[in-house]
């Protein structure tokens, strides 16, 4: 499920909402995806209400030139993650900074996969001021990251990750993660 999909094309992908609740179950979420284009992906909003889904991604940029910013996560009411959650994925050769990206996980949900602000991966860019929050007696099993760079080009910077209201994280816990632990 895909809020907006800009492929081979100019243009930018925003304020785009996806809601799963109710009990719903589905394979994937992201609010915009944009593949071999030129633009951002911005504000775009998914919600995980009381609902179980593999993969969520606020904003996805594949061989792409263009910023994900002020994308929203939100995995609440006793929702089950089984996948990753990514605020902003800078991927496959593209060119962009992802910034001010929002990742939630709260009232008693899970997360069985990792959890990061944003993630860039094979490509070139910033990643900064993107939060990651697990609160509300919520549980994640992967590892949490407010940043992450994979064989990438770019700075990290003050990206945050906050653990709070009696919840837990198995795996390791970054604020930035980029040849180094702060």
């Keep these: 499920v895909t809020g907006a999909v800009l492929e081979g094309s100019t243009g930018n992908a925003h304020d785009n909402t996806v809601s799963i609740k109710n009990n719903s179950t589905v394979d994937d979420a992201s609010?915009?995806?944009?593949?071999?284009?030129?633009?951002?992906?911005?504000?775009?909003k998914v919600t995980i209400?009381?609902?179980?889904?593999?993969?969520?991604?606020?904003?996805?940029?594949?061989?792409?030139?263009?910023?994900?910013?002020d994308n929203e996560l939100t995995v609440a009411d006793k929702s089950r993650m089984e996948g990753m959650a990514i605020g902003a994925f800078i991927h496959k050769n593209s060119t962009g900074d992802a910034y001010t990206n929002t990742v939630t996980i709260k009232e008693k949900s899970s997360a069985?996969?990792?959890?990061?602000?944003?993630?860039?991966?094979w490509s070139t860019g910033d990643a900064y001021a993107n939060t990651v929050t697990i609160k509300g007696k919520s549980s994640v099993e992967g590892a949490v990251y407010g940043a992450?760079?994979?064989?990438?080009?770019?700075?990290?910077?003050?990206?945050?990750?906050?653990?709070?209201?009696?919840?837990s994280v198995t795996g390791q816990v970054f604020e930035i993660e980029h040849g180094k632990c702060i």
């Excluded at 889904?53 to 061989?63: F, L, N, Q, T, W």
């Design 31 to 44: 609010g915009a995806f944009l593949t071999r284009s030129t633009g951002a992906a911005y504000s775009n």
């Design 49 to 69: 209400d009381n609902s179980t889904v593999d993969d969520i991604i606020g904003a996805s940029m594949e061989m792409s030139t263009g910023d994900a910013h």
């Design 112 to 121: 069985t996969g990792n959890v990061f602000g944003a993630d860039l991966n």
């Design 148 to 167: 992450v760079f994979d064989t990438s080009t770019g700075d990290a910077y003050t990206n945050t990750v906050v653990i709070k209201e009696n919840s």
